[in-house]
């Protein structure tokens, strides 16, 4: 009899089954935690109208968070994405005779370099303010095709390009770089334009969270690049 009072030590014992009064005492201890909850507040001194104290804490959290969303969800919020209304466009095939691929797989610069190449160059928008985007998307370009190639960069300003973006974009190329400024003619509303009228058909766009609808100086780029 003993190996058999060894192998039911060895055997994993079965868990207690609590007991009524062991349940009774859980309960009490999670009806006590939250005791101080369920805790009923007078709106004022004297009234007889009272409130759980739990409803009073949660209520401004949940004017906050509707805040929050109702901030996140406008158009003209930093926050949103602002995607064109409506039904995204059908997407139509491609017509190889015009839009053939150019190129597929790896390229060789050192095989390219001895081609023909383009007379071409990269024409950029840009404003002093915007040096930042304009210098990653100048390292990209170095990166990726240009340091090899070295084709000049055109940049355009409907104001005078400052001393110091000039100096701070010679920096990041090697290729040849141009800056200038863009004539009022072609930049802005044109004479023959109502200005109250286009600025209303912006804001438009801009309440019917169109992409950069709402903009007026991409209104005033797509015009120039339209020629």
């Known amino acids: 009899m003993g190996w058999v009072q060894q192998i039911s030590k060895q055997l994993p ?10 349940l009774k005492d859980e309960k009490s201890r999670v009806r006590s935690r939250l005791a101080f909850f369920r805790r009923r507040i007078r709106l004022k001194g004297n009234s007889k109208i009272s409130i759980p104290l739990g409803f009073v804490l949660l209520f401004p959290c949940m004017v906050i968070i509707l805040i929050l969303i109702l901030i996140a969800r406008h158009p003209s919020s930093p926050t949103r994405i602002l995607m064109p209304s409506g039904s995204p466009p059908s997407i139509r095939k491609i017509n190889e005779q015009h839009d053939k691929v150019f190129a597929t797989g790896c390229r060789y610069p050192e095989e390219e370099l001895k081609k023909p190449r383009a007379n071409a ?6 404003r002093n303010k915007e040096i930042d985007g304009v210098i990653q998307s100048v390292k990209s ?12 960069y055109v940049f355009l300003n409907d104001g005078e390009f400052e001393q110091s973006f000039k100096d701070t974009i010679t920096n990041y190329t090697s290729a040849p770089a ?13 004479k023959w334009a109502d200005e109250k009228v286009a600025k209303e058909g912006i804001s438009k766009q801009g309440d019917a969270a169109i992409m950069y609808g709402g903009m007026e100086s ?4 797509c015009r120039f690049y339209s020629g």
Do not use: C
């Not at 370009?141 to 000049?152: G, L, Q, S």
């Not at 141009?178 to 044109?190: K, L, N, R």
């Not at 991409?218 to 780029?221: A, G, K, L, N």
């Open 218 to 221: 991409y209104h005033h780029m």
């Open 13 to 22: 014992s079965t868990p207690s089954i609590p007991s009524l009064k062991d």
């Open 121 to 126: 160059a990269f024409v950029v928008l840009a």
């Open 141 to 152: 370009i170095e990166r990726h095709f240009n340091r090899w190639f070295k084709y000049p």
């Open 178 to 190: 141009e800056f200038g400024q863009i004539d009022p003619s072609m930049w802005g509303y044109p």
